[in-house]
């Protein structure tokens, strides 16, 4: 009987001991973690490396200055208003024109302006300049002569739209438009309404052109103060 006995707890004590290394085991399953890969999917591009390119700037190109033609003034007609001594004497002894229009230049020097009238009817008013330190003579004149494109020999300056007045020595006054230089250039423009000419009595280029057109020879000419 007693060896019964000690079979039975030997077969008893294996049995703890098979269940303690089973339980044992199980737990050291189950403390163990489990490492899961990450899947590495492959680039759908390629990529490279690409050298930033340089840039030389390359000068301006050199253009060449084009020169302007310079237009040169020919006279349609000539009026030599200075060391003509022959002109003079014969303006001198010309016979007055007979005029029996009703056209009528008056130029008032305090107002540096023209008033042009057609018997009572004012029918133009321009700004106008007279010459320097009184140069420009009062009086009562007439148109003498017109003459397209004058030309003043003594400044080298054109003159267009001419409308002789009167005669100072060999010098012939006038009516005209603001002058031309050799070079093209206008003379005296933008001081028109202040004495600026060397005593005749100058318009602006359009309005010149307007009274050069309405007068003829023989109108009346009255400068006034």
């Not at 400044?155 to 409308?163: A, E, F, K, R, Y």
């Amino acid at each position: 009987m007693t060896s019964r006995i000690a079979g039975t707890i030997l077969g008893l004590l294996i049995f703890l001991i098979s269940a303690a290394a089973w339980i044992v085991t199980t737990s050291s399953k189950a403390l163990t973690p489990t490492i899961i890969s990450t899947p590495t999917y492959a680039k759908p591009f390629a990529v490279a490396e690409i050298a930033k390119p340089t840039y030389t700037p390359l000068p301006p190109p050199t253009v060449a200055p084009t020169q302007e033609p310079t237009a040169t003034l020919q006279a349609i007609a000539e009026a030599v208003i200075v060391d003509s001594p022959e002109r003079a004497n014969a303006a001198e002894i010309q016979a007055p024109v007979n005029y029996s229009g009703g056209k009528k230049i008056l130029v008032d020097i305090s107002e540096q302006h023209m008033y042009v009238y057609d018997g009572e009817q004012l029918v133009y008013s321009f700004v106008s300049s007279t010459g320097m330190n009184n140069a420009t003579r009062t009086g009562t004149f007439s148109v003498l002569d017109k003459i397209p494109n004058a030309y003043g020999a003594t400044w080298n300056i054109w003159m267009p739209n001419w409308l002789g007045i009167y005669w100072a020595g060999s010098l012939e006054n006038g009516i005209h438009a603001l002058p031309i230089l050799p070079n093209g250039a206008t003379l005296w423009a933008g001081f028109l309404g202040t004495p600026i000419s060397y005593g005749c009595v100058v318009l602006d280029t359009y309005d010149a052109q307007v009274l050069y057109d309405w007068a003829e020879v023989g109108v009346p000419v009255e400068i006034q103060w």
